[in-house]
């Protein structure tokens, strides 16, 4: 575990988000704040993170859920998490690199896509997870 964590420190400083932009922090923020409602057991509040898109596809929050916990363990109960390479497509659209340590203790690579919505808030239009095998040692 402390060198997985070692390795996601060493990432982050080789891979610096882009410091000071508000648009960054913003969606950063809004995949922050899920990954803490999913830790705390808020499936709502984690469910008021998804774009609309997620939303039709998954209009419930049971099915939302039953989606998450069945393909995105490592999202659902992350051990710990940090940011990775990000880059912003416009200033309404961003990819997001995240870096997870899963609940079984292997290195995750999360990468989220965001949009800006009208009420100013970025949400999460979709998530792609896959096994890291460049932070295992």
């Known amino acids: 575990m402390c060198r997985a964590l070692f390795a996601l420190a060493f990432f982050m400083m080789a891979c610096p988000a882009l410091a000071g932009d508000a648009e960054v922090k913003s969606a ?3 995949i922050e704040g899920q990954l803490k409602a999913f830790l705390a057991g808020d499936n709502e509040g984690a469910y008021s993170y998804a774009a609309p898109n997620v939303k039709r596809i998954f209009p419930t929050l049971d099915t939302f859920m039953s989606m998450v916990t069945s393909a995105y363990q490592p999202v659902y ?6 940011f990775g390479k990000v880059r912003e497509l416009s200033t309404t659209s961003i990819i997001q690199q995240v870096m997870i340590v899963g609940p079984d203790g292997k290195d995750y690579e999360a990468v989220y896509t965001l949009e800006l919505q009208p009420d100013g808030k970025f949400r999460i239009t979709s998530v792609s997870l896959r096994a890291s095998n460049s932070l295992s040692t």
């Open 28 to 30: 950063q923020g809004a």
């Open 77 to 82: 109960r992350p051990r710990n998490y940090a």
